[in-house]
């Protein structure tokens, strides 16, 4: 009978009221705390600067007392379906840290993000800058550039980046992505104009040692899509040729 009263939530408004929740009684309920790191699936809004997990934020109404009653009879595949409505992956180091210090590193080794879906294109790019940021590079490099690959371990391990090449390979090969042709700022105006992301043709997590880097030879614009294409599949990492031979394929196979 009590389990009747939980359905899911609706809407965005829900959602966030959750959260918000969520955050007020993580410091009240031991029980929440306890929990902490049985989470897996977190949920970023940006408008709040909170985090919070799906099976906390995906029931209406949800609080802590109720939480702790239902929990055994909760299902987070459920919540993390629903959720999809208004939230996207994405792989933001710097956002993850943050999150891990918002709990003081009580939360699990592995996770998994999600921001609202309407904030994802702005956090993806606030990210890029916090990185560019942090390696007070010169942007006057010359051609062979600068070491890349250097591996940082935080919880998960990620494979720096140098700002001074990406600005460089965009000064040399433009902003128009090279596998498929879009431009940013001819699609959107000025809020396209000057981005585009940069892909390292050969992938920094295969190097077991760190390189210098090319921006002439070893970078390439890309749109968002074609870079997320080529990577799909992470045993499977296409080149720009086989990416540029299926857009042809599929054109081909639609003009029949």
């Known amino acids: ?10 809407n965005i408004r829900e959602v966030k009221h959750n959260i918000e929740r969520f955050n007020e009684e993580i ?18 809004v940006k408008e709040l600067n909170l985090f919070a997990p799906s099976k906390y934020i995906g029931y209406q109404n949800m609080n802590a007392h109720l939480y702790e009653k239902v929990l055994p009879f909760l299902d987070g595949r459920e919540t993390v379906e629903i ?5 996207q992956q994405i792989d933001c180091p710097n956002l993850e840290q943050q999150l891990r210090e918002h709990f003081e590193g009580r939360i699990r080794r ?28 010169q942007s006057n490099v010359e051609d062979d550039g600068n070491t890349e690959g250097m591996q940082r371990v935080r ?12 600005r460089r390979a965009i000064e040399i090969h433009g902003l128009q992505c090279k596998a498929c042709g879009f431009d940013f700022e001819k699609t959107y105006g000025e ?9 390292h043709i050969e992938p920094l997590s295969t190097l077991n040692k760190t390189m210098k880097i090319n921006p002439k030879t070893d970078l390439i614009p890309l749109c968002a899509n ?12 296409l080149s720009i040729e086989q990416l540029r031979n299926l857009i042809e394929l599929q054109k081909s196979f639609n003009e029949e």
């Open 110 to 137: 592995k996770i998994k993000l999600n921001v609202l879906k309407s904030e994802h294109a702005l956090i993806e790019e606030e990210c890029l800058k916090v990185n560019d940021n942090g390696n007070n590079q």
């Open 1 to 10: 009978m009590f389990l009747l009263n939980i359905v899911f939530v609706k």
């Open 83 to 87: 959720l999809k409505k208004y939230f």
């Open 27 to 44: 410091d009240q309920s031991s029980p929440l705390n306890k929990k902490l790191k049985t989470f897996q699936q977190w949920y970023y």
């Open 155 to 166: 919880d998960t391990t990620y494979y720096e980046r140098d700002s001074a090449n990406r």
């Open 191 to 199: 809020r396209g104009r000057g981005f585009i992301e940069v892909h």
């Open 226 to 237: 074609c870079h997320r294409m080529i990577h799909r599949k992470h045993d499977e990492v």
